[in-house]
């Protein structure tokens, strides 16, 4: 209905020279209203066999997506010599998220999942070998690809760049300043390096009549709420929990919402990360994670990283790449340091029942 139209266009887009404006959407306007697909390198794999493929060519990228971003955590969590056992179900449980499955097949946002571990990947290189080329081009890349992305992945790597510095160095104020100096410098030369193509595309967006649309009221931006609480308790479990796209129970009766399915074993292991651990490893973890709750339950944060639009979770991908990383450092520390608490997994078993519980009430309550 949408895609494929799209994608058709872009074909004979290409093969007609890449005229810088189209008559051919609304009544006329100028290319870099879809510069999503036009600097996502995956819009040309569907292009490979020609115009009659393409449709066939969406479940390969699909495919190809779920690999790569596999292959890619994978690097990332190499960086925190972690064992190969803890680096693949890291992988595993970060390819197959219910981000990727669910909302991946709207394959813009399925391509910043792919990009996302490259990110964190080029930034630890800059942490470790103080080399800063790879976080620049990476943030340049995404800048390109779509600068509504960018927005929201640069909030989030500020987040796990404070997280990375208290697993590191102990807090020194003018250390910590010039750390963060240093990276909001690259990300202001990556978006001046695609500034020749963002600027014109927000301009475009800024005059669309879909932004700004919703003005939520004060009192509902901090207040949270209880659909999307249920249904992010319940939506880690599995895609369906809340029932399908004909009859979904959960958060703003949208499918696509809040598609954070990454499985039980997570739930279970994480917080085992907490246990005979350094304290400054301790506050990071905690910072990571309740930054990541606050982002989830305070409504005006997922308005903010929408661009104060609307209160969507699109942002959740992010929440996909910490969970998944939260974890591959668990299972090292359970099967390769033989650190584990009996204590702390009947307390977590306890907790998700009782979570379990409050989701039946729920859906009990408001299914039809």
Not at 22 to 33: A, P, V, Y
Request: charged share 10%; with cysteine; glycine share 6%.
């Amino acid at each position: 209905r949408v895609s494929l139209p799209t994608y058709l266009y872009y074909f004979e887009w290409l093969k007609s020279g890449m005229p810088l404006w189209s008559d051919k959407m609304g009544i006329g306007t100028s290319i870099l209203s879809h510069s999503e697909i036009i600097f996502d390198p995956f819009t040309y794999l569907l292009f490979i066999f020609g115009k009659s493929k393409i449709i066939y060519m969406f479940t390969y990228i699909i495919i190809t997506k779920i690999i790569l971003s596999g292959i890619f955590f994978w690097m990332l969590a190499g960086k925190f010599n972690l064992s190969q056992y803890a680096r693949i179900i890291g992988a595993l449980t970060y390819a197959f998220g219910g981000y990727m499955i669910v909302f991946g097949q709207n394959f813009v946002f399925g391509t910043i999942y792919v990009y996302l571990p490259l990110i964190l990947l080029s930034f630890e290189i800059w942490l470790k070998d103080k080399k800063m080329w790879a976080l620049t081009l990476m943030l340049t890349a995404t800048a390109l690809y779509f600068y509504y992305l960018f927005y929201m992945t640069s909030f989030f790597l500020s987040l796990y760049a404070i997280f990375r510095y208290f697993t590191i160095y102990s807090f020194k104020l003018k250390h910590f300043l010039k750390y963060l100096t240093t990276l909001t410098i690259c990300g202001l030369f990556a978006l001046g390096l695609s500034a020749f193509f963002w600027l014109p595309a927000a301009s475009l967006t800024l005059n669309s009549l879909r932004v700004g649309s919703i003005d939520p009221s004060f009192l509902k931006l901090i207040t949270p709420d209880y659909n999307a609480f249920f249904t992010a308790i319940a939506r880690p479990f599995g895609y369906d929990i809340l029932g399908g796209p004909k009859d979904y129970i959960g958060f703003g009766f949208d499918y696509f919402q809040l598609t954070l399915y990454f499985g039980i074993i997570s739930i279970i292991l994480i917080p085992q990360i907490f246990y005979k651990e350094e304290r400054k490893k301790i506050f990071a973890y905690l910072f990571l994670i309740i930054s990541l709750l606050i982002l989830l339950y305070i409504p005006f944060f997922p308005y903010m990283l929408n661009g104060f639009s609307d209160i969507t979770y699109r942002w959740a991908y992010f929440l996909h790449i910490s969970i998944a990383l939260l974890l591959s450092i668990a299972i090292d520390k359970i099967f390769n340091k033989g650190k584990f608490s009996y204590k702390i997994l009947f307390a977590t078993i306890a907790a998700i029942l009782a979570a379990s519980l409050a989701v039946y009430i729920y859906i009990f309550t408001n299914g039809n």
